[in-house]
């Protein structure tokens, strides 16, 4: 921001950005910041900006005047030409008129870089939730991720990690957990309220979340899981994920964690106990006025016949698998890598399956940096029953694009993908490069 000039100006802005992302063929929008640095009130102002050889000017009027204060702003957006060619645009905005006279600022004008990427990455934040049924406050930790699940559906993705009740498998953590209940986002904001996020009060995450998952990401990933054999006892996994720049010295890793859903005290053919939640939350339904806290907030001290969701019962590894991504990633090419889950590997402390329903299991996977140990984005899918598949051959695509080809880097066609580099023909008449491990 221009500090304060020395010679009383009386029509005079400046104008400020930051450089953003887009993707091909779109027409981004840009919010610009509008700064009175003059004596007069501020009501219009005519414009300039330039990309890719492209010249336009625009008028815009305020309804309510900036007033003729130093330093006040106001925001606006302009729409950019459609963006047909990859790489990085230089974009420079110029306020040429303040009140329909000369801008006098001495600095009119702003440069920044708009990145154009073929697809810019779906971000998903991976939220892990630390609790257990021996827990009074974790049915805070219970309403607040049943309620991100409906809110943000398919980009919510929760993972619940039990302890001391029938639904732990590990207390070996990714993070340091101090107390019960806390929720950590991509393991780098740890130790938060699963219902209050940062706030004081109210449901906090939900905004966090929100701001979270619109974040930029260098990767995207997605996974598709399935039983490979009748017993149903190895799922097998497969993740997809691509970058719209290429990386080098990439450190970037790939994880897998089994989700339960559905268990309850009623499906738990070892009786083991434990299941009533215990609960802290009677009587504080103007903290938590909720629907889905009012079986805590009306009910005893230990609430039973709940059904827990999200419980972590296995895991590939505790961070990332070393080797499962490239160091040098190119932009645009789609890296797949296999893992298999045994089922037997998703039980408690005391030896007994975690799981109730086969058919309710899920596959969380994301990408994580093996340096900060920071969750760069995630995703999930359920696991689909054995006769849905007969091998992981697919690439996970959209509905419009069926692999319907496959062929190595010198065009010869293939009966089906190879290890490293392929290129695939979609039915949409558009193709695609993966990398196979």
């Not at 789609?334 to 037997?344: E, G, P, Q, S």
Request: a neutral charge.
């Amino acid at each position: 921001m221009q500090s304060p000039q020395t010679d009383a100006l009386t029509n005079a802005a400046s104008v400020s950005f930051s450089s953003s992302t887009t993707q091909l063929n779109a027409q981004p929008k840009v919010n610009l910041t509008i700064t009175n640095h003059g004596t007069a009130k501020i009501s219009s102002i005519n414009y300039t900006y330039e990309i890719n050889g492209i010249s336009q000017t625009g008028y815009r009027t305020f309804s309510t005047a900036l007033p003729a204060l130093f330093d006040q702003t106001a925001k606006f957006d302009i729409t950019l030409p459609k963006m047909t060619v990859k790489g990085s645009r230089t974009l420079t905005v110029t306020i040429n008129k303040v009140n329909n006279q000369a801008n006098e600022d001495k600095a009119p004008a702003e440069t920044h870089y708009i990145a154009v990427y073929s697809e810019i990455p779906k971000k998903r934040t991976l939220i892990e939730e630390y609790t257990g049924t021996w827990c009074g406050w974790c049915p805070i930790g219970f309403a607040a991720m049943e309620m991100l699940d409906k809110a943000f559906k398919e980009d919510f993705i929760g993972v619940a990690y039990h302890k001391n009740d029938p639904m732990a498998f590990t207390t070996d953590y990714s993070i340091p957990v101090g107390g019960f209940p806390i929720a950590s986002l991509d393991r780098i904001e740890n130790s938060l309220s699963p219902y209050k996020g940062k706030s004081s009060s109210g449901f906090g995450m939900k905004n966090l979340l929100e701001e979270k998952n619109k974040m930029f990401t260098p990767l995207s990933i997605k996974v598709e899981a399935y039983f490979e054999d009748e017993a149903q006892t190895i799922i097998q996994t497969r993740s997809t994920s691509s970058t719209p720049v290429d990386l080098k010295e990439a450190k970037f890793q790939v994880s897998y964690i089994l989700v339960a859903n559905g268990l309850t005290e009623a499906g738990d053919p070892y009786h083991q106990g434990k299941w009533a939640q215990h609960n802290n939350l009677k009587g504080n339904s103007k903290t938590y006025p909720e629907e889905d806290f009012k079986p805590f907030t009306s009910g005893d001290s230990f609430v039973k016949g709940l059904t827990f969701n999200f419980v972590a019962c296995a895991r590939s590894s505790k961070h990332g698998i070393a080797g499962s991504l490239p160091t040098e990633m190119t932009a645009d090419v789609d890296y797949t890598h296999d893992y298999r889950f045994k089922l037997a590997m998703a039980k408690n402390a005391a030896g007994y399956e975690i799981y109730q329903d086969k058919n309710k299991l899920e596959v969380v996977a994301f990408i994580i940096n093996s340096e900060t140990k920071k969750v760069v984005n995630a995703c999930k899918t359920k696991v689909q029953s054995y006769p849905v598949h007969t091998g992981v051959t697919d690439i996970t695509t959209a509905a419009n694009e069926t692999p319907v080809a496959y062929y190595s880097v010198d065009g010869k066609r293939l009966n089906a993908p190879q290890q490293g580099m392929n290129i695939v023909r979609l039915s949409n008449g558009t193709s695609r490069k993966i990398f196979i491990k």
